[in-house]
Nanobody, 126 residues
């Protein structure tokens, strides 16, 4: 089983960039599709983007397309989320999630993911 630990959150000004990283333990990382979600105060958790187990499929929520990029390194068991041109409204706790990937497709639904990290806070100041 894979365990996930996020890092890289922090405080950034609007328009700035952050790179989040999710490190996984376990020997079957390459069998898992990975997703990034976020939850702002008082709001439901929402999908940000995801990547298939071998990295050939990626999908992003519309509002982050062109600004956020997901990448994974199966040799290092890591998945990163590069976030550019951040907006104040994107202040949230960001979570990394994993699901056994049998189809090679990315799921946008949180209930499809079995494993979750503890989250990392991203604060975007105005």
């Amino acid at each position: 089983q894979v365990q996930l630990v996020e890092s890289g959150g922090g405080l950034v000004q609007a328009g700035g960039s952050l790179r989040l990283s999710c490190a996984a333990s376990g020997r079957t990382f390459s069998s898992y599709g990975l997703g990034w979600f976020r939850q702002a105060p008082g709001k439901e958790r929402e999908f940000v983007g995801g990547i298939s187990r071998n990295g050939d499929n990626m999908y992003y929520e519309d509002s982050v397309k062109g600004r956020f990029t997901i990448s994974r390194d199966n040799a290092k068991s890591t998945v990163d989320l590069q976030m550019n041109s951040l907006e104040h409204e994107e202040t949230a706790i960001y979570y990394c999630a994993a699901r056994l990937d049998k189809s090679g497709r990315v799921s946008i639904y949180s209930e499809a993911y079995d494993l979750w990290g503890q989250g990392t806070q991203v604060t975007v100041s105005k």
